[in-house]
Nanobody, 128 residues
Framework: EVQLVESGGGLVQAGGSLRLSCAAS????????IGWFRQAPGKEREGVSC????????VYQDSAEGRFTISIDNAKNTVYLQMNSLKPEDTAVYFC?????????????????????WGQGTQVTVSS
């Protein structure tokens, strides 16, 4: 059974940091692209970042560029999202997702329908 499990969310003050983890079971990352998305109350789900399990290439959306870092540990089958300089507008439920095409592009990393498997999400709350 394919499963993605996010962890690492929580409450943090503005300017603080969190590291989110996405652990996979039932498949290996080396043939998938793993994306991070987020959804704030009343808003659509939006892409944050993506990493290719094939070649490690990454894509960041404007909201994450310069503050977030995505990385992959193939030995642990886990993808991380290091989030620094957090802002109140980063408050959302963060989801990781897997795309069997295996590559990240600026376009597909923003499209939730491009991803076949999803985790349950982890809440990130940034206080001002």
């Amino acid at each position: 059974e394919v499963q993605l499990v996010e962890s690492g969310g929580g409450l943090v003050q503005a300017g603080g940091s969190l590291r989110l983890s996405c652990a996979a079971s039932g498949f290996t990352f080396d043939s998938y692209a793993i994306g991070w998305f987020r959804q704030a109350p009343g808003k659509e789900r939006e892409g944050v970042s993506c990493i290719s399990g094939y070649d490690g290439s990454t894509v960041y959306q404007d909201s994450a560029e310069g503050r977030f870092t995505i990385s992959i540990d193939n030995a642990k089958n886990t993808v991380y999202l290091q989030m620094n300089s957090l802002k109140p507008e980063d408050t959302a439920v963060y989801f990781c997702a897997a795309d069997g095409w295996g590559f990240c592009t600026a376009v597909t990393s923003k499209i939730p329908d491009a991803y076949e498997y999803w985790g349950q999400g982890t809440q990130v709350t940034v206080s001002s």
